[in-house]
């Protein structure tokens, strides 16, 4: 019989190689053993054949007439010639046919084992898997025959060396970037062993390889185009075996891969660009009730490019219900003013905004809102700068959308739902969770979040002026510990015992009777506003880049917030007196005494912002965060020459109050605000001005004989 090669290939001499150079490599050859899972009959074979080749070439004579025929085969032209397997029958003739056109040598068919593996050694894996087959074939009784030696063994040795052409394929598909078809050439050849019941420890050997390549594999299968469903689902389904393996994006679990903590996260931030809104939506919302940090921070991203793309708001205020889980062990406020905005509560954005400590994202919003009384203006820029690039980037189906806060509210869809939207709807109060935190220690953003590239600046500039939320202390980075025994508590969660609260029977409002019923939130008046205002700032920016040298502010790190459009908001929830209250005596606190408080402070607040920007009764109603805050606002204003004239209107609904914890008092009011904005010279900005009537929560805390607000928020 023969086959397809030649004594100095098998040798692995050249074909000028002298006397020497030919024994030296024979004895080498001789030393290098197969692998110890072969049979002492293919090793003898192969050997044979080994010595076969040294005695032809070591000999002049022999060696001269085996060169002119080699020569002959290999450099002549000559019409390719089938190679037929030795004892062919009918049968096999049936089946693939190896062809070659490499010179071939004659063998003794019991040294056929010999011959297959000396194939193998020299990494003709292909040959092999076409040579081999058929010998294994049922109707085939050329084994069964033991004309290649024992039949149990030959069949062995023919599946074992089926089984290793596989597995040394599937490596060589493997650095060639091939993962789907490594994938293919491995479990076939596990599949022979297992099916034979042979060799475990190579099995295991194959095993490991498929689960080092399943990650790669996943990211082929998902860079498939969306009309290959069947490829796809493939590739969720491996991503889903590992992350089950190990636990979730962020367990600590095994799943074989090799991959650390941090590589897997990389791989992942890495797959999510194949992967569409819903298959991120499906993913990770399912991966966040392991729990997962890591995951529900991802869904949150998933949900806010749905909703926003999709023109669905119910989907950012999943995300925002996310976030509150989320923020009482990071500083996620920026994407907490992302969902406020997206919702059209411009207010409660501003107040999230506040508590953010990302230095450099703030700075950059504060920067694009100069001359405007909160943050919104910057907020918007950022805002749609983020979602295109730290948002649509991850979604293969959003990575070439454009992004427009001004064609989102447009959206007849998105007006109608916010619309209809109750004022609790989702607007929960942020300062909730730093209420239950502590001054940061140094704790930064969750890891995992920063290795994934989603991460944001860690630090935050001194907000400017806008409706602060928290009933905590000054701080805005959380971290899980206990509430501070002396900050009041205002979640819209807790509910007083019938001691706690007095249901109050509105009074006369002082000027009207005007309904308190919020208006509806002028969503195709921000859509307007919105482009206006970013095409006005760019031209600004451009003006001031010729005439001051270039001076340009950074591009937004990878920030969480989405800014939302710059409209007349009624800046309505706390701070300041004119004039120092009367003490009130210890355990008493009342509508009266509330409605006195929150009054001094509206007018308080009138005197900050209007002509004489006069913020000395400020210290008189406001505790702190709130006092620095709006004093700080009160300056910026005034720094640009602009001031306000206040009307308010106040009605007192509902008291909170416990005797037994007399420091602390809630108080939930109806306030009408009506504001004119002033330019520097004294012109009226319409734009800006507005007339709100709004619900307001107010937590206030006694210190001494005299109360203080020290937080607010609109319901």
């Given at each position: 019989?023969?086959?397809p090669l030649?004594?100095?290939?098998i040798?692995?001499?050249?074909?000028?190689?002298?006397?020497?150079?030919?024994?030296?490599?024979?004895?080498?050859?001789?030393?290098?053993?197969?692998?110890?899972?072969?049979?002492?009959?293919?090793?003898?074979?192969?050997?044979?054949?080994?010595?076969?080749?040294?005695?032809?070439?070591?000999?002049?004579?022999k060696?001269?007439?085996?060169?002119?025929?080699?020569?002959?085969?290999?450099?002549?032209?000559?019409?390719?010639?089938?190679?037929?397997?030795?004892?062919?029958?009918?049968?096999?003739?049936?089946?693939?046919?190896?062809?070659?056109?490499?010179?071939?040598?004659?063998?003794?068919?019991?040294?056929?084992?010999?011959?297959?593996?000396?194939?193998?050694?020299?990494?003709?894996?292909?040959?092999?898997?076409?040579?081999?087959?058929?010998?294994?074939?049922?109707?085939?009784?050329?084994?069964?025959?033991?004309?290649?030696?024992?039949?149990?063994?030959?069949?062995?040795?023919?599946?074992?060396?089926l089984?290793?052409?596989?597995?040394?394929?599937?490596?060589?598909?493997?650095?060639?970037?091939?993962?789907?078809?490594a994938?293919?050439?491995?479990?076939?050849?596990?599949?022979?062993?297992?099916?034979?019941?042979?060799?475990?420890?190579?099995?295991?050997?194959?095993?490991g390889?498929?689960?080092?390549?399943?990650?790669?594999?996943?990211?082929?299968?998902?860079?498939?185009?969306?009309?290959?469903?069947?490829?796809?689902?493939?590739?969720?389904?491996?991503?889903?075996?590992?992350?089950?393996?190990?636990?979730?994006?962020?367990?600590?679990?095994?799943?074989?891969?090799?991959?650390?903590?941090?590589?897997?996260?990389?791989?992942?931030?890495?797959?999510?660009?194949?992967?569409?809104?819903?298959?991120?939506?499906?993913l990770?919302?399912?991966?966040?009730?392991?729990?997962?940090?890591?995951?529900?921070?991802?869904?949150?991203?998933?949900l806010?490019?749905?909703?926003?793309s999709?023109?669905?708001?119910?989907?950012?205020?999943?995300?925002?219900?996310?976030?509150?889980?989320?923020?009482?062990?990071q500083?996620?406020?920026?994407?907490?003013?992302?969902?406020?905005?997206?919702?059209g509560?411009?207010?409660?954005?501003?107040?999230?905004?506040e508590?953010?400590?990302?230095?450099?994202?703030?700075?950059?919003?504060?920067?694009?809102?100069?001359?405007?009384?909160?943050?919104?203006p910057?907020?918007?820029?950022?805002?749609?700068?983020?979602?295109?690039?730290?948002?649509?980037?991850?979604?293969?189906?959003?990575?070439?959308?454009?992004?427009?806060?001004?064609?989102?509210?447009?959206?007849?869809?998105?007006?109608q739902?916010?619309?209809?939207?109750?004022?609790?709807?989702?607007?929960?109060?942020?300062?909730?969770?730093?209420?239950?935190s502590?001054?940061?220690?140094?704790?930064?953003?969750?890891?995992?979040?920063?290795?994934?590239?989603?991460?944001?600046?860690?630090?935050?500039?001194?907000?400017?002026?806008?409706?602060?939320?928290?009933?905590?202390?000054?701080?805005?980075?959380?971290?899980?510990?206990?509430?501070?025994?002396?900050?009041?508590?205002?979640?819209?969660t807790?509910?007083?015992?019938?001691?706690?609260?007095?249901?109050?029977?509105?009074?006369?409002?002082?000027?009207?009777?005007?309904?308190?019923?919020?208006?509806?939130?002028p969503?195709?008046?921000?859509?307007?506003?919105?482009?206006?205002?970013?095409?006005?700032?760019?031209?600004?920016?451009?003006?001031a880049?010729?005439?001051?040298?270039?001076?340009?502010?950074?591009d937004?790190?990878?920030?969480?917030?989405?800014?939302?459009?710059?409209?007349p908001?009624?800046?309505?929830?706390?701070?300041?007196?004119?004039?120092?209250?009367?003490?009130?005596?210890?355990?008493?606190?009342?509508?009266?005494?509330?409605?006195?408080?929150?009054?001094?402070?509206?007018?308080?607040?009138?005197?900050?912002?209007?002509?004489?920007?006069?913020?000395?009764?400020?210290?008189?109603?406001?505790?702190?965060?709130?006092?620095?805050?709006?004093?700080?606002g009160?300056?910026?204003?005034?720094?640009?020459?602009?001031?306000?004239?206040?009307?308010?209107?106040?009605?007192?609904s509902?008291?909170?109050?416990?005797?037994?914890?007399?420091?602390?008092?809630?108080?939930?009011?109806?306030?009408?605000?009506?504001?004119?904005?002033?330019?520097?010279?004294?012109?009226?900005?319409?734009?800006r001005s507005?007339?709100?009537?709004?619900?307001?929560?107010?937590?206030?805390?006694?210190?001494?004989e005299?109360?203080?607000?020290?937080?607010?928020?609109?319901l």
């Amino acid at each position: 019989m023969r086959i397809p090669l030649d004594y100095y290939r098998i040798l692995g001499v050249p074909t000028k190689a002298t006397t020497a150079q030919i024994t030296q490599a024979y004895r080498d050859r001789v030393a290098q053993l197969p692998r110890r899972e072969h049979s002492d009959l293919a090793i003898q074979a192969r050997n044979n054949i080994i010595e076969q080749s040294y005695q032809v070439l070591s000999q002049t004579e022999k060696r001269a007439v085996y060169d002119n025929e080699f020569l002959n085969d290999t450099y002549q032209l000559e019409s390719q010639s089938r190679l037929r397997l030795p004892f062919q029958s009918s049968e096999i003739e049936a089946a693939e046919d190896a062809e070659t056109s490499n010179p071939a040598i004659a063998i003794e068919q019991t040294d056929f084992l010999g011959g297959i593996l000396l194939l193998l050694e020299l990494g003709e894996y292909e040959l092999v898997l076409k040579l081999v087959p058929p010998y294994l074939k049922s109707k085939s009784n050329l084994v069964k025959q033991d004309l290649f030696g024992s039949a149990e063994v030959v069949t062995s040795e023919l599946i074992l060396c089926l089984a290793l052409a596989y597995l040394e394929l599937s490596r060589e598909q493997w650095q060639q970037g091939r993962y789907e078809a490594a994938a293919e050439s491995g479990l076939a050849g596990q599949k022979l062993l297992i099916d034979a019941g042979i060799f475990p420890s190579l099995r295991g050997e194959i095993q490991g390889d498929l689960d080092r390549l399943r990650p790669y594999q996943a990211l082929e299968l998902l860079s498939q185009p969306e009309s290959e469903t069947a490829l796809r689902t493939k590739g969720l389904q491996l991503l889903q075996a590992m992350l089950d393996a190990r636990g979730g994006i962020d367990g600590a679990g095994d799943d074989q891969s090799g991959l650390s903590m941090d590589d897997f996260l990389r791989f992942i931030q890495q797959l999510r660009s194949y992967l569409t809104v819903k298959e991120q939506q499906d993913l990770f919302i399912a991966e966040s009730k392991r729990p997962s940090a890591v995951s529900t921070y991802l869904a949150v991203y998933a949900l806010l490019a749905g909703g926003f793309s999709s023109r669905q708001p119910e989907s950012i205020i999943k995300a925002k219900e996310k976030l509150l889980r989320l923020g009482k062990r990071q500083d996620v406020h920026l994407e907490q003013a992302i969902c406020a905005l997206l919702l059209g509560q411009t207010e409660e954005a501003n107040q999230a905004l506040e508590l953010s400590q990302e230095y450099e994202a703030i700075a950059y919003i504060r920067d694009n809102s100069k001359d405007a009384p909160d943050l919104l203006p910057g907020l918007c820029l950022y805002g749609e700068k983020w979602l295109k690039t730290e948002v649509f980037s991850h979604f293969r189906d959003l990575s070439s959308e454009s992004v427009s806060l001004t064609e989102y509210f447009a959206d007849d869809q998105v007006q109608q739902y916010l619309e209809q939207l109750p004022a609790e709807s989702g607007a929960q109060d942020w300062s909730i969770v730093a209420s239950e935190s502590a001054k940061p220690t140094g704790q930064t953003r969750l890891e995992p979040v920063a290795d994934l590239s989603v991460s944001r600046p860690s630090k935050v500039s001194k907000p400017e002026e806008t409706a602060p939320t928290t009933s905590a202390t000054a701080t805005s980075k959380v971290t899980p510990i206990s509430r501070p025994s002396s900050a009041p508590i205002t979640p819209r969660t807790q509910t007083a015992t019938p001691a706690q609260t007095a249901k109050i029977k509105k009074p006369k409002k002082r000027k009207s009777n005007r309904n308190l019923k919020r208006k509806p939130f002028p969503f195709k008046g921000i859509a307007i506003l919105v482009g206006g205002l970013v095409a006005l700032i760019l031209v600004v920016k451009a003006i001031a880049s010729l005439v001051g040298g270039g001076n340009t502010i950074k591009d937004p790190l990878q920030v969480s917030v989405t800014g939302e459009p710059p409209i007349p908001i009624p800046i309505i929830e706390e701070v300041a007196t004119e004039a120092p209250l009367s003490k009130v005596p210890e355990g008493e606190f009342d509508a009266a005494i509330a409605e006195r408080l929150i009054q001094t402070w509206l007018d308080g607040k009138a005197l900050a912002f209007g002509e004489s920007h006069d913020t000395s009764s400020l210290p008189e109603i406001l505790a702190e965060p709130l006092l620095s805050r709006w004093v700080n606002g009160a300056r910026d204003v005034e720094a640009v020459g602009n001031y306000r004239e206040y009307e308010h209107e106040l009605s007192i609904s509902e008291v909170s109050f416990d005797p037994e914890s007399p420091d602390v008092a809630n108080v939930v009011a109806e306030v009408t605000e009506n504001a004119k904005y002033y330019l520097p010279g004294g012109e009226l900005d319409s734009g800006r001005s507005y007339d709100s009537q709004l619900t307001v929560r107010y937590g206030l805390i006694r210190q001494g004989e005299q109360w203080f607000i020290q937080s607010s928020a609109v319901l």
